[in-house]
């Protein structure tokens, strides 16, 4: 839903989204012991426990909280579960989110839901304003976020764990085959990219993606389908981990450093790979997942191609339906294409099983003004050394992206659901 509440049929459309989402949130979580839920596995993830907590603080602070008179459930936990909004105030360090074991996980969902029963409440009596409408829409999407990263750091946790359990036994497998690769040209053109600046504009995207502006997309060609995990062992069995030329310098460095020989989660027999379902062959039609940036940009590199440009990728994407292998399809893994047919003149996979890297850092777009008050701290502070991804993973919500989506990670990153796609200019 990308609307907010206007009328009373809007106000109850809302007040089912939010359930919706609220509870998909506990499903993820519901395989978890109460020790799974406060493991921290490294500074860049977070609890489970964590994420439930966190996304409830949201809708208390920006949501009930908007509200005459409201005393916080508990004034510590505003410590606690503030992320980095140092506009309200300050937060606990987010490399010692796992020593949390106080509140215990029942308290939190306590917390969580007294949060929904409050919020709920005050749908049912028309009592949030237009602005209080808008922040609980960001906070759906905000959670919808936090729902993929409980599931890429729970995966996480786990691989840490020298039992390697998985977080589920049961997760739907498929099998299919990936078409030959083949290069899909793209005329110069001018694109209009982005979406309206919300909420000024119904429909909703984040404030990184506005303005719409025009930008010149030169002539190119681009792969039409991921890059397959047998396509990354050939990189790999030729040397690819072993020679510098292919690699930015930087992501040298960590290969040396950390030791790095193949995609996070595989095993050194390059036949393996942990899954959020334990241990499992590596399919080798399906898109090879958990790289960073760095590792991306090599492959491509050595592929004799470069990464597209994030608007060479919208360009593309404007034109077809975000459909692909989502969170809720219950696989949480990229798949191989399992379609009987293909229109030999369009991407497939462009959405959802790996977000895709590509070549262009994260920064402003011409005009770009962030979210008003304290929500201005979502996004525009980070744009500085990341880099970004589109179309969504196998670990996305189905329904949370869009072509003009931009997701953003510091190159070093590989515990996201993180692939490619190659591209070429034309000489």
């Known amino acids: 839903m990308n609307t907010v509440a206007a009328t009373p049929?809007?106000?109850?459309?809302?007040?089912?989204?939010?359930?919706?989402?609220?509870?998909?949130?506990?499903?993820?979580?519901?395989?978890?012991?109460?020790?799974?839920?406060?493991?921290?596995?490294?500074?860049?993830?977070?609890?489970?426990?964590?994420?439930?907590?966190?996304?409830?603080?949201?809708?208390?602070?920006?949501?009930v909280g908007s509200q005459p008179g409201h005393a916080p459930f508990n004034a510590d936990w505003h410590y606690l579960f503030n992320s980095y909004y140092q506009s309200i105030g300050p937060a606990h360090a987010r490399p010692q989110r796992g020593l949390l074991s106080r509140p215990s996980?029942?308290?939190?969902?306590?917390?969580?839901?007294?949060?929904?029963?409050?919020?709920?409440e005050l749908l049912q009596r028309d009592a949030l304003d237009s602005q209080a409408c808008h922040q609980l829409l960001l906070g759906l999407h905000h959670e919808q976020q936090h729902q993929e990263?409980?599931?890429?750091?729970?995966?996480?946790?786990?691989?840490?764990?020298?039992?390697?359990?998985a977080y589920r036994d049961d997760l739907k497998?498929?099998?299919g085959a990936a078409l030959p690769m083949r290069w899909l040209p793209a005329e110069?053109?001018?694109?209009?990219?982005?979406?309206?600046?919300?909420?000024?504009?119904?429909?909703f995207a984040y404030d990184n993606e506005s303005p719409v502006h025009r930008v010149l997309v030169p002539a190119h060609v681009v792969a039409n389908r991921p890059v397959s995990n047998a396509e990354y062992r050939a990189f790999i069995l030729?040397?690819?981990?072993?020679?510098?030329?292919?690699?930015m310098s930087e992501g040298w460095t960590l290969v040396q450093n950390e030791g790095w020989q193949h995609p996070l989660y595989w095993d050194d027999s390059l036949e393996r790979e942990f899954t959020l379902g334990g241990w499992r062959a590596i399919d080798p039609d399906a898109p090879v997942c958990h790289l960073s940036y760095f590792e991306a940009d090599a492959y491509a590199r050595w592929a004799g191609a470069r990464l597209p440009t994030e608007f060479e990728w919208e360009a593309v994407a404007q034109s077809l339906p975000v459909q692909g292998n989502f969170a809720d399809d219950?696989?949480?893994?990229?798949?191989?294409?399992?379609?009987?047919?293909?229109?030999?003149?369009?991407?497939?996979?462009?959405?959802?099983d790996v977000w895709e890297w590509t070549s262009s850092a994260y920064g402003a777009y011409p005009g770009f003004q962030p979210f008003a008050g304290n929500l201005g701290e979502y996004n525009g502070k980070f744009m500085c050394g990341q880099w970004i991804l589109r179309g969504g993973s196998c670990?996305?919500?189905?329904?949370?992206?869009?072509?003009?989506?931009?997701?953003?990670?510091?190159?070093?990153?590989?515990w996201q659901f993180a692939g490619l796609r190659l591209a070429r200019g034309l000489a």
């Open 9 to 63: 049929q809007a106000a109850r459309a809302l007040a089912e989204h939010f359930r919706a989402v609220r509870a998909r949130s506990l499903a993820l979580a519901a395989p978890l012991s109460a020790e799974d839920a406060m493991v921290q596995s490294m500074p860049d993830a977070s609890p489970t426990k964590w994420h439930l907590a966190h996304t409830s603080w949201f809708f208390e602070r920006f949501v």
């Open 105 to 120: 996980l029942e308290e939190v969902r306590d917390y969580r839901q007294r949060v929904d029963d409050q919020v709920i």
């Open 149 to 165: 990263l409980l599931l890429t750091d729970i995966k996480h946790a786990l691989w840490c764990n020298p039992l390697q359990p």
């Open 173 to 175: 497998r498929s099998t």
């Open 188 to 203: 110069e053109c001018i694109v209009e990219i982005g979406a309206p600046a919300w909420p000024a504009h119904p429909a």
């Open 238 to 247: 030729d040397g690819g981990y072993r020679q510098a030329a292919h690699w």
């Open 330 to 352: 219950d696989h949480l893994h990229p798949r191989a294409f399992t379609g009987e047919s293909a229109n030999p003149a369009q991407p497939l996979q462009l959405f959802g």
């Open 395 to 414: 670990a996305t919500p189905a329904g949370h992206v869009r072509a003009s989506y931009r997701n953003f990670f510091a190159p070093s990153a590989r």
